[in-house]
């Protein structure tokens, strides 16, 4: 059980760090003169390195276990978070994001690693849903109470307050994580990361899982961590008060929805069919809202709560994957399609930052941009889902 909670707090903070920009992307814009294009690109150098962590992560737990992987990791974070408190440059605040990526990036991977290594495969979508939901009370942190923080006492002492909490959820899981035993390769496997990564990559059921993997996260991601905040002032014309609690409304959505699936999951007793609905419901939400920019503030806040209820996937998705993966390869099999994940939302804030960018340089206004923005989200996501209908529901045996 303490193991449990000490990896439920780290989350949090994870999920924290991936959701604030979205509170104090304004006061950057102000301050320091931000636009949308280094906006997303702070976002998206947060998740390329969460990203691309992923592969020593994934080396990392199989071979030395979760509690050291996650502990010397979270160090990054630290730093990571004292050097945005104190940056006066986009290069520096790039570099602290990038710190606090590689510091977040083993966190959900180490507390799944714990949960197939330590508990029964029926439990896995259970627990997983349960640290997606309870680790969302980051995502509440990084709403109201952080714009009240920020209004308070400014964003540079709140960043810094947070990186004095990340230093000591780092000493706690150190200290109280008990590592899983350690799953030995049989003598005629060679080690090899590289040989490991083909032999997932090459696991065909996998295939139709990768669009959907990329886009599902990606797409809930930008609009919490990042765009949320902005369309609610551009379009909305909300003051930061409101905007957090509008933000607010969409983190707890996320939060119950990510509890939910658990039990969703366990009463359809499919992971893929429980993802499809949710992935389509999320689809055509977001296309609802890009379909009609002049929507009242208390219509698009229901439209959002809606995404973020329906949007989290995650925990099953990687359900559903985890299957097909042998045991030998389960650190680097979940790291694996985290990285897809966590990819996904990278390229997608970046690429959504250029795109704000040039709709504001060509006059169209914040509705219509924003607009434009949310449709092509849904399209991808129902796109996504199509692919996904053809995957597998579970290995054959």
């Given at each position: 059980?303490?193991?449990?909670v000490?990896?439920?707090?780290?989350?949090?903070?994870?999920q924290?760090?991936?959701?604030?920009?979205?509170?104090?992307?304004?006061?950057?814009?102000?301050?320091?003169?931000?636009?949308?294009?280094?906006?997303?690109?702070?976002?998206?150098?947060?998740?390329?390195?969460?990203?691309?962590?992923?592969?020593?992560?994934?080396?990392?737990?199989?071979?030395?276990?979760?509690?050291?992987?996650?502990a010397?990791?979270?160090?990054?974070?630290?730093?990571?978070?004292?050097?945005?408190?104190?940056?006066?440059?986009?290069?520096?605040?790039?570099?602290?994001?990038?710190?606090?990526?590689?510091?977040?990036?083993?966190?959900?991977m180490?507390?799944m690693?714990v949960?197939?290594?330590?508990?029964?495969?029926?439990?896995?979508?259970?627990?997983?849903?349960?640290?997606?939901?309870?680790?969302?009370?980051g995502?509440?942190?990084?709403a109201?109470?952080?714009?009240?923080a920020?209004?308070?006492?400014?964003?540079?002492?709140?960043?810094?307050?947070?990186?004095?909490?990340?230093?000591?959820?780092?000493?706690?899981?150190?200290?109280?994580?008990?590592?899983?035993?350690?799953?030995?390769?049989?003598?005629?496997?060679?080690?090899?990361?590289?040989?490991?990564?083909?032999?997932?990559?090459?696991?065909?059921?996998?295939?139709?899982?990768?669009?959907?993997?990329?886009?599902?996260?990606a797409v809930?991601?930008?609009?919490?961590?990042?765009?949320?905040?902005?369309?609610?002032?551009?379009?909305?014309?909300?003051?930061?008060?409101?905007?957090?609690?509008?933000?607010?409304?969409?983190?707890?959505?996320?939060?119950?929805?990510?509890?939910?699936?658990?039990?969703?999951?366990r009463?359809?007793?499919?992971?893929?069919?429980?993802?499809?609905?949710?992935?389509?419901v999320?689809?055509?939400?977001?296309?609802?809202?890009?379909?009609?920019?002049?929507?009242?503030?208390?219509?698009?806040?229901?439209?959002?709560?809606?995404?973020?209820?329906?949007?989290?996937?995650?925990?099953?998705?990687?359900?559903?994957?985890?299957?097909?993966?042998?045991?030998h390869?389960?650190?680097?099999?979940?790291?694996?399609?985290?990285?897809?994940?966590?990819?996904?939302?990278?390229?997608?804030?970046?690429?959504?930052?250029?795109?704000?960018?040039?709709?504001?340089?060509?006059?169209?206004?914040p509705?219509?941009?924003?607009?434009?923005?949310?449709?092509?989200?849904?399209?991808?996501?129902?796109?996504?889902?199509?692919?996904?209908?053809?995957?597998?529901?579970?290995?054959?045996?």
């Open positions: 059980m303490v193991t449990l000490t990896l439920f707090a780290a989350y949090m903070l994870s924290f760090y991936r959701s604030f920009l979205a509170i104090v992307a304004p006061n950057l814009t102000q301050e320091l003169g931000l636009g949308p294009a280094e906006l997303g690109a702070l976002s998206g150098v947060w998740f390329g390195t969460f990203a691309f962590a992923q592969f020593p992560i994934g080396w990392a737990l199989d071979s030395f276990g979760p509690r050291r992987t996650l010397g990791a979270m160090l990054a974070a630290v730093a990571g978070a004292f050097l945005f408190a104190e940056a006066e440059g986009f290069v520096t605040m790039l570099v602290s994001m990038a710190l606090i990526g590689i510091g977040c990036a083993p966190v959900l180490a507390s690693f949960f197939g290594r330590a508990y029964p495969p029926e439990r896995f979508a259970i627990l997983s849903s349960m640290i997606l939901g309870i680790g969302a009370l995502v509440l942190a990084a109201t109470p952080l714009a009240y920020v209004e308070a006492f400014g964003w540079r002492a709140s960043l810094a307050s947070m990186g004095g909490v990340t230093a000591g959820a780092t000493a706690a899981v150190y200290l109280l994580i008990k590592d899983p035993p350690l799953v030995l390769r049989a003598a005629h496997q060679e080690a090899s990361a590289w040989r490991d990564l083909v032999s997932i990559m090459a696991l065909k059921p996998l295939w139709p899982l990768i669009p959907l993997t990329f886009v599902a996260y809930v991601a930008a609009e919490r961590s990042l765009w949320i905040g902005p369309y609610l002032l551009e379009v909305h014309r909300l003051d930061p008060i409101a905007r957090g609690n509008g933000i607010l409304a969409m983190s707890i959505a996320m939060s119950a929805g990510a509890i939910l699936y658990g039990p969703a999951e009463l359809m007793r499919s992971p893929k069919l429980t993802v499809l609905i949710g992935s389509f999320t689809g055509v939400t977001f296309t609802a809202l890009g379909a009609a920019p002049g929507l009242s503030t208390a219509s698009a806040i229901v439209l959002l709560s809606i995404i973020g209820s329906f949007g989290i996937t995650y925990g099953i998705l990687m359900t559903h994957a985890r299957a097909f993966f042998p045991e390869l389960l650190g680097r099999g979940i790291t694996f399609m985290n990285f897809v994940f966590i990819a996904g939302a990278g390229i997608v804030q970046a690429v959504s930052g250029l795109f704000m960018r040039a709709a504001g340089a060509s006059g169209t206004v509705a219509d941009a924003f607009g434009d923005l949310h449709l092509a989200f849904g399209l991808m996501l129902l796109a996504a889902t199509a692919v996904y209908v053809t995957a597998p529901a579970r290995p054959l045996r």
